[in-house]
């Protein structure tokens, strides 16, 4: 996937000759084996999904279907996205869009499962699995849609097909966000009023209709008010403000076959009518009624009440912009390491082979560092007992200076830490909840200039079972308010499901007291997944979520990168 030059073979010889390498030979050999990435990412995708003939398990009733977009990573398989449930349906058409990026030099497997939601219970836990469907990412590009007959659990082939159309995001990558309402609707209930939801279709150039939102359903209202929701303009008009699309309210029913209430002709030019929040309407009108009735005007009063549209801005475009990453370093000095001096401790320094600590740091650092222009890393330790009281620390500094922890370059944090570990008593408990808290502190103060100047990124690097999980939880859904992401490398052969709870990939995570994070900003690696592949693979998979966490939350907050002409940096970039 990536170019990658590895040490050769009369490199590696002749490293076996030497057996007392210098520090920086060690910094070199690792450094050697980094293929920095080759290509970035070509593009980002939208992957749309309909579903037909999905066969009934349970004569009663029809199937509640959702599809899970799985992604394959290193072997193994990670959930990226999951569509909405639609209720009683066979045939379903999701409005959900997948966005994904799509690299050239990859191959990007991808899987969708097919689940019966349980009624009562939203999650998998309960849900019946159907089937699924695999492929790559280029399969679906090439095609633009694809269409592939349901594998059912145990191998066989299903009658249900899953079709995936893929499109590209063209340069616009602008989103919308509008309000619609309605009032004086049709009432199709006999015993209650009618359950709206709207569905906005756009006309594609061959004349198909394709779904681009369909709103939730409001209960037992003939004037709703519909959730605000955000599209981006590629999916509502292909960036064409004059295209077509066609509005269709319906009223609901729990047997899937909902009732049509009316529909409106619309364009992307009138709904900028409601950008000032001036209000934009249509009569929704069933072409039916209008035909037989003789006073028919219409079936209801469609409203857009707001229109915004929202600038997206990329990772790069907050780089050039001259956003700084401040790359911070946790390291993990509690006993279980085993003790340094012995050869098969976690810490120990062999002569001319970095440890799983060590390549962990230079894998990650080296690409991080291009990044920040000083270059000078804060370096921590937790889990001992240190000089001169040996009082145990969970946020001490590795170059033993309190008042400037920073090391020149990732250099100079493998110094610090080589030089470190004979002075230190390895002892415990493992607790990592101090460093996120130390490293939060000073991002907060950077939330008061509203300006994208610097980003954290935390990297812990542990053994272990975490001790103080409820605090670390705490300080997590914490620091998701802030400009920082936590990333957690795994090493050694520990259990590590604990940490799988905190990269919040299988269900959001959330404090003690039941407060979710407001973004997903850990991402757990284990180590021993990489311990054959190039250092590159490792920061790859590390650093892959960094750029989207980065441009999530200064998006999120309204804060736009800086020209980089108003940004003229006092240092230079560049290694």
Excluded at 443 to 466: C, N, P, R, W
Aim: with cysteine.
């Amino acid at each position: 996937s990536c170019t990658v030059s590895s040490l050769s073979q009369s490199q590696t010889n002749e490293c076996a000759k030497r057996d007392d390498m210098g520090v920086n030979d060690i910094y070199e050999s690792a450094a050697n084996s980094l293929g920095l990435f080759s290509s970035p990412c070509l593009t980002k995708v939208e992957l749309r999904l309909t579903c037909k003939g999905i066969s009934d398990r349970d004569a009663l009733s029809k199937p509640d279907p959702c599809i899970v977009l799985n992604m394959q990573s290193h072997g193994q398989w990670m959930e990226v996205d999951r569509t909405e449930v639609i209720r009683s349906c066979v045939n379903p058409t999701y409005s959900k869009v997948f966005t994904l990026d799509f690299y050239f030099e990859e191959v990007q497997r991808l899987r969708f499962e097919l689940y019966d939601i349980n009624s009562s219970h939203n999650g998998l836990k309960e849900a019946d699995f159907l089937g699924s469907v695999e492929c790559t990412l280029a399969q679906i590009i090439s095609q633009r849609k694809l269409s592939k007959a349901l594998l059912r659990p145990g191998g066989t082939v299903g009658k249900a097909i899953i079709t995936i159309t893929a499109e590209e995001l063209t340069g616009n990558d602008d989103y919308v966000e509008l309000s619609f309402s309605a009032r004086k609707l049709d009432d199709k209930d006999f015993f209650s009023k009618s359950d709206p939801f709207l569905e906005i279709y756009r006309l594609n150039d061959d004349a198909t209709l394709q779904l681009v939102y369909r709103t939730e359903t409001v209960m037992n209202n003939l004037n709703p008010v519909w959730k605000t929701f955000k599209v981006s303009l590629n999916s509502l008009c292909s960036g064409d403000h004059e295209r077509k699309l066609q509005c269709t309210v319906w009223d609901w029913d729990s047997n899937g076959k909902h009732d049509y209430i009316g529909e409106f002709e619309a364009t992307f030019k009138e709904m900028r009518g409601a950008i000032d929040g001036r209000q934009v309407q249509w009569p929704c009108i069933n072409p039916k009624y209008k035909v037989k009735k003789k006073n028919y005007k219409n079936s209801g009063i469609v409203i857009l009440n707001q229109c915004k549209i929202i600038k997206m801005h990329s990772f790069l475009d907050y780089i050039m912009g001259g956003c700084q990453i401040q790359f911070t370093v946790a390291i993990d000095f509690t006993a279980s390491n085993g003790d340094p001096r012995n050869s098969c401790s976690l810490h120990y320094i062999h002569p001319y082979r970095p440890n799983e600590y060590l390549k962990a740091l230079v894998a990650v650092g080296e690409i991080c560092q291009d990044y920040d222009s000083d270059k000078m890393f804060p370096a921590f330790g937790f889990g001992a007992r240190i000089p001169p009281d040996y009082k145990v620390s969970h946020d001490f500094a590795v170059n033993f200076n309190e008042e400037n922890p920073e090391c020149a370059g990732i250099q100079g944090v493998v110094e610090a830490y080589q030089a470190c570990l004979p002075k230190l008593q390895l002892y415990g408990p493992t607790n990592i909840a101090p460093i996120i808290q130390k490293v939060a502190h000073t991002a907060s103060q950077e939330v008061h200039t509203k300006e994208a100047m610097q980003y954290f990124i935390l990297l812990i690097l542990t053994d272990g079972v975490i001790t103080d999980m409820a605090d670390t939880r705490e300080a997590i859904v914490q620091a998701s308010h802030l400009p920082m992401s936590v990333i957690i490398v795994g090493i050694g052969n520990a259990d590590f499901s604990d940490m799988q709870m905190l990269d919040g990939d299988d269900g959001i995570l959330r404090s003690p007291k039941g407060e979710p994070v407001l973004r997903d900003i850990v991402q757990f690696v284990p180590f021993r997944n990489f311990k054959h592949a190039s250092p590159a693979a490792l920061a790859k998979s590390v650093l892959a979520e960094v750029p989207n966490q980065v441009v999530d939350y200064y998006n999120s907050k309204g804060i736009k990168p800086k020209v980089p002409s108003e940004y003229q940096s006092s240092r230079p970039f560049g290694p």
